[in-house]
């Protein structure tokens, strides 16, 4: 029999195909849009997509948070280093999906529901910012029971790093948990990536119930802020640093590793804080013109995909950081969260 291979590295979310499209103000203000945004779709935001496809010149690409993030870290790795769960349809957009992975190698394990569409988000560049206003779809039923079916569960148990998207919390915590409890008990490394400032306020409880096992903890300047507002932390929602430290010195399970939180800023420097600490580093971000952006979507998912492949590579955490940093810089280069062929490859620098 041929010996099991061991994926380094597992992923969960919730895999989306992305609706993209340059879009104007008239546009968010007729879908109640911010310009900088991520949020869950309504009944009245559900017209969107087609609006997207038939008046805006929309693209279809892969996305999916996580998705994108374990795209960019199985660009980096060795191949068979990166595997993927979440829930999708049984249709075009699943298709599309798959064929989007396989071009940096990555394996996913969906779960396949027959009846309900594979999700999707619409997405609405103005300029640099982005909107995605996501209708979740067969990603939204996503269960335990796919996590710790048995071919499954090998591919967690082989692994060393478990990559969550916080997006996740508004699916199956019951399945973030269970990978968080897996890190703690075998001493692996759990990573959550906080993903949108609503995770933050709207699903605070099961967020929380999580922390205890994150091992790193990924977000941006908004969800920071977003973080302190709904924990009513004493601290200004825009004193990074202190937000780092705090999200690094939570109550932690598995004493056998120093938490780290990091906080992504934009074209601000990158903030890291770790566990028992005072020392609050600052990372000044690869610098890139103006007319080199194509769109910000899926930057901070490259990052992430970045210093994760970092992390199972081994790297220091400075390192770490400056691998997120030059795939962040590739990735915002191309169409949506997407990265360049043929492969580039990191140097330090
Ligand atoms: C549950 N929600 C709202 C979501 C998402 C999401 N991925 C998972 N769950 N809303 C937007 N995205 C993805 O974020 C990427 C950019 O960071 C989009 O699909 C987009 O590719």
Redesign the pocket.
């Known amino acids: 029999m041929a010996a099991t291979k061991e994926y380094a590295l597992v992923c969960l979310?919730?895999p989306?195909?992305?609706i993209q499209a340059v879009g104007d103000k008239a546009l968010l203000d007729k879908y109640g849009l911010k310009d900088n945004d991520?949020?869950?779709a309504e009944e009245k935001h559900i017209p969107i997509y087609e609006d997207l496809l038939s008046n805006y010149d929309a693209k279809l690409?892969?996305?999916?948070?996580?998705?994108?993030t374990a795209r960019g870290a199985q660009y980096i790795l060795p191949p068979n280093s990166v595997v993927y769960f979440g829930g999708v349809g049984d249709d075009k957009y699943a298709a599309t999906l798959r064929d989007a992975v396989k071009q940096v190698g990555l394996r996913v394990e969906y779960r396949v529901d027959p009846k309900i569409p594979t999700?999707r988000?619409g997405?609405v560049i103005t300029g640099h910012n982005?909107s995605?206003?996501?209708d979740?779809g067969a990603?939204n039923h996503y269960d335990l029971e796919h996590l710790k079916r048995d071919d499954i569960w090998k591919l967690v148990q082989g692994a060393e790093y478990f990559y969550v998207?916080g997006?996740?919390f508004?699916?199956c915590p019951q399945a973030i948990q269970t990978l968080g409890e897996e890190a703690a008990a075998a001493n692996k490394a759990f990573i959550v990536n906080v993903?949108?400032p609503?995770i933050a306020e709207f699903f605070k409880d099961p967020l929380d119930a999580s922390s205890k096992y994150w091992d790193y903890v990924i977000c941006n300047e908004t969800e920071a802020a977003s973080y302190a507002k709904s924990h009513a932390l004493p601290y200004a929602e825009t004193d990074v640093a202190a937000i780092a430290k705090h999200l690094a010195n939570l109550p932690k399970e598995n004493s056998k590793r120093a938490r780290v939180a990091v906080i992504t800023q934009g074209t601000e420097p990158t903030i890291v804080a770790q566990q028992g600490s005072d020392d609050v580093k600052q990372f000044p971000v690869h610098a890139i013109a103006k007319e080199q952006i194509n769109d910000t979507?899926?930057?901070?998912?490259a990052f992430a995909g970045g210093f994760v492949a970092g992390l199972v590579q081994g790297k220091s955490l400075e390192e770490s950081v400056d691998m997120g940093q030059w795939l962040a810089r590739l990735s915002i280069q191309e169409l949506?969260?997407s990265y360049p062929f043929p492969k580039q490859t990191y140097a330090k620098a």
């Open positions: 979310e919730n989306l195909l992305d991520a949020i869950l690409i892969a996305g999916g948070a996580a998705q994108n999700g988000c997405v982005r995605l206003v996501t979740l990603a998207g997006y996740h508004t699916v993903s949108a609503f979507n899926g930057a901070g998912d949506g969260p």
